[in-house]
């Protein structure tokens, strides 16, 4: 069977610098960029921002990620939010999720919800 080496999903943009600011502040780096598309990456997590914007796209994605401690993203989510002054950006403080996780839920610039999920032993 062949294997799967990586993904790297899509995501919208509302304002496309502005999208690209957010996930730099909380440690990706945009490895690849041109005037529609950035490839971000953070560690092994990769996706694209584009260029581009419908609000029922953009408010129907979620980005599940799976981290080593919830409540650290919840204070760089929190950080990058106040000094990067983007108001429209919610950060949830971590919760207990009933999949066996404790989880930050983050709406992004364009409204994707990012779920930073540190994972049950």
Do not use: C
């Not at 996930?23 to 490839?39: K, P, T, V």
């Amino acid at each position: 069977m062949p294997q799967i080496i990586d993904q790297r999903p899509f995501l919208a943009t509302k304002d496309f610098k502005r999208s690209i600011d957010f996930y730099s502040r909380l440690g990706w780096q945009s490895i690849y960029q041109d005037a529609d598309l950035a490839l971000m990456e953070n560690g092994a997590s990769r996706f694209f921002l584009q260029n581009a914007f419908l609000k029922d796209w953009a408010h129907n994605t979620m980005l599940h990620l799976i981290v080593d401690d919830a409540q650290k993203w919840y204070e760089e989510a929190k950080k990058a939010k106040l000094e990067g002054g983007f108001e429209e950006v919610i950060v949830h403080p971590p919760r207990r999720e009933a999949y066996g996780a404790l989880a930050t839920h983050v709406i992004d610039p364009a409204g994707i919800l990012v779920f930073f999920a540190q994972l049950d032993d």
